[in-house]
């Protein structure tokens, strides 16, 4: 079996010496080779074209972001971010995944240390799904990124609801809107490519579960409001929804919206962890079920396992809802939006770059 060629671009040589430690523990890795910093790294993956880099974000001569920008633009290939839970770090993590990198492992929080051993297994699963990942097709929305409008302002006339009866869609025109997106791997660069073409005036809330580490989601939601029309922010426990808002669960937690009197309140909470994630697709969808009398818009985009295909479940048999997967051909890890259209309940399948389009079309209907 070909082994995945892994390049660890890192300052520290504790930290190198580490990681090349962790990662030749699995059979199928095997590091080529190691740099000090972004400069060192550039060379040496035009010299060993490694399948993977591994790259701290923090570095001198040239730090893990710059180098990243430069592997996108002359050697595209999966990189795997080493962040710190600083709120500078975190920035330029997020950043990172929306200049290309294909996802990133929060440093344990104490300066280098053993800790470092609490995510050995993170990092080398990490590794082993990158190199499977749809990354050629990942690097034309990179190549795209300033081409991304922040307005629709004409949706498609087509009828999506040919095969549905008249009472359905006036039932649907009668109801409260609510669009809910889960997302994973790649998602952060899928949201980009989703959130800013939603108009201001967007008649419904958007809830959002993007599986990420505590300390992140706020970066994540900072960034996405300076491209957004619509309001992003990370939900808070307790705090009333409006409409034209995008609420991002917080990491490690999970997200409910519940109904009080008229309004929609958001809950945050550390309950069970859902099939090894919190916050949970599933925990939000399957709260957002119990709501009457609103219409919803289910969307999954692009990351590993089945999140999100209980609750779409469990969304599709209590009320009036339509949902969109990402299609296999821009998904990053095409596993959830995979699972979800297995299911037969996705009524369209779409490529990241349409989705918002399709949200409207159902909205406006």
């Known amino acids: 079996m070909k082994k995945i060629r892994v390049l660890i671009v890192d300052d520290s040589a504790f930290m190198r010496k580490l990681i090349t430690d962790f990662l030749q ?3 199928s890795i095997e590091v080529i080779g190691t740099a000090r910093n972004g400069q060192d790294g550039l060379k040496k993956i035009e010299l060993l074209n490694p399948d993977v880099v591994t790259m701290d ?3 001198p ?3 893990g972001l710059e180098a990243l920008k430069e ?4 050697y595209p290939r999966p990189v795997i971010m080493l962040s710190s839970t600083t709120k500078e770090g975190t920035d330029n993590t997020i950043k990172s995944l929306q200049y290309g990198a294909f ?6 929080s104490g300066a280098i240390s053993l800790d470092l051993f609490k995510i050995k297994e993170q990092l080398k699963e990490k590794v082993k799904l990158a190199v499977t990942a749809n990354f050629k097709n990942k690097q034309i929305l990179v190549r795209n990124e300033k081409n991304i409008p922040h307005q629709i302002k004409e949706y498609s006339k087509i009828d999506t609801y040919s095969e549905k009866s008249t009472t359905y869609s006036e039932e649907k025109r009668l109801k409260d809107k609510i ?4 997302t994973s791997t790649g998602g952060p660069r899928a949201l980009q490519h989703v959130l800013p073409k939603l108009p201001k005036d967007i008649d419904a809330p958007i809830f959002i579960v993007q599986h990420m580490p505590p300390g992140f989601t706020n970066s994540l939601a900072n960034r996405l409001n300076s491209m957004s029309l619509i309001t992003v922010k990370e939900a808070e426990n307790g705090e009333i929804v409006k409409k034209g808002t995008a609420y991002i669960a917080p ?3 999970h997200m409910h919206v519940i109904q009080t009197g008229t309004s929609l309140v958001i809950k945050v909470d550390k309950s069970e962890i859902r099939n090894g994630h919190r916050p949970s697709v599933d925990v939000m969808f399957e709260s957002i079920s119990q709501l009457k009398n609103y219409y919803k818009v289910a969307v999954i985009m692009t990351g590993m396992g089945s999140d999100g295909t209980e609750g779409l479940k469990r969304l599709k048999t209590t009320g009036i809802v339509d949902a969109i997967s990402e299609s296999e051909q821009t998904a990053v890890v095409y596993g959830m939006p995979k699972s979800a259209y297995a299911t037969q309940l996705v009524d369209k399948v779409e490529h990241v770059e349409d989705i918002a389009a399709s ?3 159902f909205i406006k209907k």
Do not use: L, W
């Not at 996802?103 to 344990?108: G, M, T, V």
């Not at 669009?179 to 889960?182: D, E, L, M, P």
């Open 359 to 361: 949200i409207m079309n």
């Open 251 to 253: 990491g490690g937690s």
């Open 103 to 108: 996802d990133f492992i929060a440093k344990p």
């Open 71 to 74: 592997i996108m633009r002359k």
């Open 25 to 27: 523990e699995e059979e």
């Open 57 to 59: 974000v923090e570095m």
């Open 179 to 182: 669009v809910c997106i889960g």
């Open 61 to 63: 001569i040239m730090n």
